[in-house]
């Protein structure tokens, strides 16, 4: 079985004869050959440059056999486009100005036209597509609205994000308008990406676990919703990723997907008793993991696969992105072993 069907075959809870596996931020700072490009590359421009672009995707591939290529780019790459400008300097993240704080900072943002005004991105999709072609699965992504809300009004990414919480509990129907705003675009950019070819879209809700679970559901849960109810009829795989939301976890079942994303704090048979037999899983292994002993790594590898024997709706990844300082050969045996062992994961418990 080839990887892309593996990865489909489990986003939709079929058969599989192992385990598909990718890692979160496969395509990145770990890997020696990413670095010799962005020596010479700034992160904007790599983004911005398709071929660069895909060529950073396809090395994770290369390298490991992953069984998905996501492509490489940035979540603030289109809410950059809606009217503030992205920066990313020394020692510190992205920075978005100026921040959005009030309804004139608001009405200053657009709507966009994600083939216009990310066409790299498109083009990006569809190179790697096209040096896969039916052997590897596709994966193009977006931030989440409430996510995205967060480093549009903070500015930057913040311990606790203060503004963006006084936004939301100063002037809630402010935040909804804005909300609804990066909804619509976001809707339009991954329609893009599956036009371009992608398999599966993932939406990533970094800053959900912010919330409490009833604001969770109001400011977080119901744009996701949003957006995956409105790509329901293109018959793409659809994950949604909600971090560190493991105390109300069953808040994502009202987020309408084939997948959900489980973080490393989470307990992944927990996770699979709230969701199968509807949702496929994806993640869980502690991303540090990669850093320890291969001893230690395989105990925890072999506990995740455990947590979801017999359910062949479970995507194997990290609770998160990999670690700039992981031995790739970490990354190697981790999935060399997830594809040995996982075979043996996806037959009942009852054989």
Avoid at 43 to 50: S, V
Avoid at 54 to 83: H, N, T, W, Y
Avoid at 205 to 220: I, K, R, T, V
Wanted: some cysteine.
């Amino acid at each position: 079985m080839d990887g892309r069907t593996r990865f489909l075959n489990a986003a939709r809870r079929e058969y599989v004869d192992t385990r598909p596996v990718w890692m979160m931020r496969q395509a990145g700072r770990f890997l020696p050959e990413y670095r010799a490009i962005r020596e010479k590359t700034s992160f904007l421009e790599l983004c911005a440059n398709p071929e660069l672009a895909c060529e950073v995707s396809l090395q994770p591939v290369r390298r490991f056999d992953v069984d998905a290529a996501i492509i490489f780019s940035d979540i603030l790459v289109p809410i950059a486009k809606m009217g503030q400008t992205l920066s990313f300097g020394a020692g510190h993240g992205p920075r978005l100005e100026p921040p959005i704080r009030s309804r004139d900072d608001f009405q200053k943002l657009r709507r966009i036209d994600p083939y216009t005004e990310t066409p790299e991105v498109h083009q990006t999709v569809q190179l790697v597509r096209d040096a896969v072609g039916t052997e590897k699965a596709v994966i193009g992504f977006a931030g989440a609205p409430f996510t995205l809300l967060a480093y549009m009004v903070d500015g930057a990414g913040s311990r606790g994000f203060p503004e963006t919480k006084r936004l939301l509990f100063s002037e809630p129907e402010l935040a909804h308008e804005i909300l609804a705003l990066i909804s619509d675009v976001i809707v339009d950019y991954l329609a893009m990406q599956i036009d371009a070819g992608a398999d599966a879209v993932q939406l990533f809700d970094s800053w959900a676990g912010l919330l409490s679970p009833d604001d969770f559901d109001e400011f977080a849960g119901a744009y996701a919703a949003s957006i995956m109810e409105r790509l329901a009829d293109r018959g793409t795989v659809r994950i949604y990723f909600p971090k560190s939301i493991g105390a109300y976890l069953e808040r994502a079942q009202a987020v309408p997907c084939e997948v959900v994303g489980v973080d490393w704090a989470q307990d992944l048979a927990r996770a699979r008793a709230l969701f199968e037999p509807d949702r496929a899983l994806q993640g869980n292994l502690d991303p540090t993991a990669l850093l320890g002993s291969r001893e230690q790594l395989d105990i925890r590898i072999d506990k995740m696969l455990a947590a979801t024997r017999g359910y062949a709706g479970h995507i194997v990844n990290l609770g998160h992105g990999i670690i700039p300082s992981t031995d790739p050969e970490s990354a190697l045996h981790f999935v060399r072993r997830v594809h040995e062992l996982g075979k043996g994961c996806c037959d009942s418990d009852e054989e």
